[in-house]
Nanobody, 126 residues
Framework: VQLQASGGGLVQAGGSLRLSCAAS????????MAWFRQAPGKEREFVAA????????YYADSVKGRFTISRDNAKNTVALQMNSLKPEDTAVYYC????????????????????WGQGTLVTVSS
């Protein structure tokens, strides 16, 4: 699976952005998907995940209630709607794929994911 993230940009605090991740290959629907982010000088951190069938989602506490992850298996895409953005949300955002054969539909540890997109930069100004 090849992943390509897009939709990043510069936004003022309180604003919104929608990130998208396009996947190639016919097996997209067999992968659980997640978004991670990495701020300068920090480790990559988990943001949100969605089950391969779209029926379950999980969020980091820092984004719960502000971000929404969704997917469209017919279009091979996963999205992250980000509302009420804060300066601390500034980071490069990455989409990642986790095979559905794994024990869980998400992991906090980025090392456990199978495929990664190239990242898209989100900058939130105060």
């Amino acid at each position: 699976v090849q992943l390509q993230a897009s939709g990043g940009g510069l936004v003022q605090a309180g604003g919104s952005l929608r990130l998208s991740c396009a996947a190639s290959g016919r097996t997209f629907s067999s992968y659980n998907m997640a978004w991670f982010r990495q701020a300068p000088g920090k480790e990559r951190e988990f943001v949100a995940a969605i089950h391969w069938n779209g029926g379950r989602t999980y969020y980091a506490d820092s984004v719960k209630g502000r971000f929404t992850i969704s997917r469209d298996n017919a279009k091979n895409t996963v999205a992250l709607q980000m509302n009420s953005l804060k300066p601390e949300d500034t980071a490069v955002y990455y989409c990642a794929a986790l095979a559905s054969s794994r024990g869980s539909y998400y992991y906090i540890d980025p090392a456990l994911y199978d495929y990664w997109g190239q990242g898209t930069l989100v900058t939130v100004s105060s």
